[in-house]
């Protein structure tokens, strides 16, 4: 296997976020969860990041903690989460106050959020075009009347059909197809750079599932956001990812471009996502049939690798009590003994 390059076409300057150590707790009577245990990531103008992992390992939690949307429970303990990274603009969101001003211009306005149910962002009370131009007027300066005829046009973008009308109904009055669709010409309302979108089309069926990821491709390339998908479906991340995140217990076990991921994948945990999706459809939320058991609470770590009670490649001996390095953010690689060394390898023979 060769060494760690950095991705291709991903050294132009253009980071639009980079989350570094995050680390998040969310505080119990029982005890304190550490739900995020260093989490890295960079998101890059005109790129799709796809983070994918089984159910609770903390990729909903990495995205309400950039945008500062945790439960009161949970807390940042340490970590970084730069806007403009690099630049002379570059501010951590990790420090700021979840409800100032500053923040409530971010979310919503530099970051835009889509929803596995759209309704979690919209009112049953309003009409969706008052709902959008609301959030057109909070991060623009804008007229009313203006706002709504960017409305009309931002609906007819996200291919809703007979907008000039449409604009005026109320949510029930649309299918979960068109509801996701307003759900995600709100998150644009304002122009974002970076979008984040938390398994948006799970609550759909497959043909819809299939339209609303051709648009969101097709909004990501024209406007050239910096999409982070979530999901736990390996076919949505073949199809829409440039590179690839997976999560395991609150930390990347593994980065790299996705077609190298498909068809080099260097961490065991990511051969069995791969393994139990012969055609590319979704990975079981709840089991792994591959290596059996389920992703364990992260109240209750596994000492050493934190995969290795579940590990089919475990070294005995060493796996249950000393933790792999972690990887760089950005480079191409694997939290796994046997990755680190075919790696190490690699580069002493290169
Ligand atoms: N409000 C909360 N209070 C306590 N613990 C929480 C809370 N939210 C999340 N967690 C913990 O964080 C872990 C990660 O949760 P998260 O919602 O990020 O998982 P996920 O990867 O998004 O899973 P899914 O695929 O089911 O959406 C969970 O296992 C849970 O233990
Ligand atoms: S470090 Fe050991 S337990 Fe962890 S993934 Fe690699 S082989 Fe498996
Ligand atoms: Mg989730």
Known sequence: MRPTPMVESMNDGRHALSVRNLVVDFV???????????????????????VVGES???????????????????EITSGRVFLDPGSPEQQDLAALDPEGRVMRAVRGG????????????????YTVGNQIIEAMRAHGDLSKAAARERVVTLLHEVGIPRPETRIDSYPFQLSGGLRQRVGIALALAADPEILIADEPTTALDVTTQAQILALLRRLQRTKGVALMLITHD???IAQMADD????????????????????APRHPYTRALLRSVPNLRAVPRERLATIGGAVPHPGARPLGCPFHPRCPEVIAGRCESEAPAGISPSEVGASC?????????AEATA
Do not use: W
């Open 56 to 74: 609770g390992c903390g990729k909903s939690v990495t995205a309400r903690a950039i945008l500062r949307l945790l439960d009161r429970t949970g």
């Open 244 to 263: 690839v995140a997976v999560m395991y217990l609150g930390r990347i076990v593994e980065f790299a471009p996705v077609a190298e991921l498909f068809t």
């Open 337 to 345: 003994f046997h990755a680190l060394a075919e790696t190490a390898h």
């Open 110 to 125: 530099r970051i835009g959020l889509i929803f596995q149910e759209p309704m979690t962002a919209l009112s049953v009370h």
């Open 28 to 50: 119990q009577d029982t005890g304190t969860i550490r739900a995020l245990d260093g989490v890295n990531l960079d998101l890059h103008a005109g790129r799709v990041l796809g």
């Open 234 to 236: 390996m076919g949505v």
